[in-house]
């Protein structure tokens, strides 16, 4: 009976429901509101985590194997949430951090709908290919940095003084923020510098942006394809169960057959 309640759609779209209410109550927190109204929502929110706690219990009630459930980083990161989101934010040391993990709340929406849940697995794996790319656009971004700050530090200490300020404003060009004025301030020196620019551009926000998006894609595509293939094959799987309980059951009854027969 507790595994029919936590897995029916409307114990999970109660669920989805909570957390989207206590994204608003702490969302309202932030403004000025009536004494009154602000002791309904510390009600709300009190009712809000012992609802999560009552959830997080059935969810490791039902489960089969008890150490397998905290093996899995999603309840891992739920349980510490709910857990956190007890503490009490009338004590001075802790207000902090429960006022954090009561934020971080509504985090759990992404371990409560799978299509989430797959989305963010995929970001996770396809951060080591990330990385690669990002060093690389590091290394365009130094060099880039240092011809600039020797380039144009004359022209506007500011905006190129040195290299750790050189990337800062390339990441503005990169970002396209008012990127035309930094070229046209540098071109009225250097004619030519706008190649600087523009080479710079195509670099970093169309070639290493794209590639970083492809791999984010391919990492994406290459998990779909897996849970479709893990779909099929337990589909397999009760299918060749069903047919087995088919024939146990034929047999059962050809034997009864025979011993009427005989």
């Known amino acids: 009976?507790?595994?029919?309640?936590?897995?029916?759609r409307l114990f999970q779209s109660s669920v989805?429901?909570?957390i989207v209410l206590s994204a608003i109550s702490i969302?309202?927190?932030?403004y000025e509101i009536p004494p009154l109204f602000e002791s309904i929502l510390t009600i709300l929110d009190n009712g809000?985590?012992?609802f999560f706690l009552a959830e997080i219990l059935l969810r490791f009630a039902v489960c089969d194997d008890k150490k397998y459930f905290f093996k899995d980083g999603w309840n891992l990161f739920d349980t510490i949430i709910i857990i956190g989101s007890l503490v009490p934010v009338s004590n001075a040391d802790a207000v902090l951090i429960g006022r954090l993990l009561r934020v971080?709340?509504?985090l759990r929406l992404v371990s409560v709908v799978p299509e989430l849940r797959s989305l963010i697995n995929a970001l996770l794996k396809a951060i080591p290919r990330m990385g690669y790319i990002a060093l690389l656009m590091f290394i365009i971004f130094y060099i880039y940095g240092a011809v600039g700050s020797l380039f144009f530090s004359n022209i506007d200490e500011v905006l190129w003084g040195d290299v750790s300020i050189a990337m800062l404003t390339l990441f503005r060009v990169a970002t396209f923020e008012d990127w035309t004025d930094v070229m046209y301030g540098t071109m009225e020196v250097f004619p030519l510098s706008w190649i600087f620019y523009l080479s710079f551009i195509f670099l970093t926000a169309f070639v290493f942006l794209n590639t970083m998006v492809g791999a984010i894609l391919e990492v994406m595509t290459a998990e779909h394809n897996k849970e479709t293939e893990e779909l099929?094959?337990?589909?397999?799987?009760?299918?060749?169960?069903?047919?087995k309980q088919m024939q146990r059951k034929m047999d059962e009854m050809h034997s009864m057959l025979n011993?009427?027969?005989g």
């Open 1 to 8: 009976m507790l595994k029919r309640i936590e897995s029916s």
């Open 16 to 18: 989805i429901f909570i």
């Open 27 to 30: 969302g309202a927190k932030t």
């Open 48 to 50: 809000i985590t012992y």
């Open 104 to 106: 971080f709340r509504v």
């Open 232 to 243: 099929a094959h337990q589909e397999r799987l009760d299918m060749v169960e069903q047919l």
């Open 259 to 261: 011993g009427k027969t």
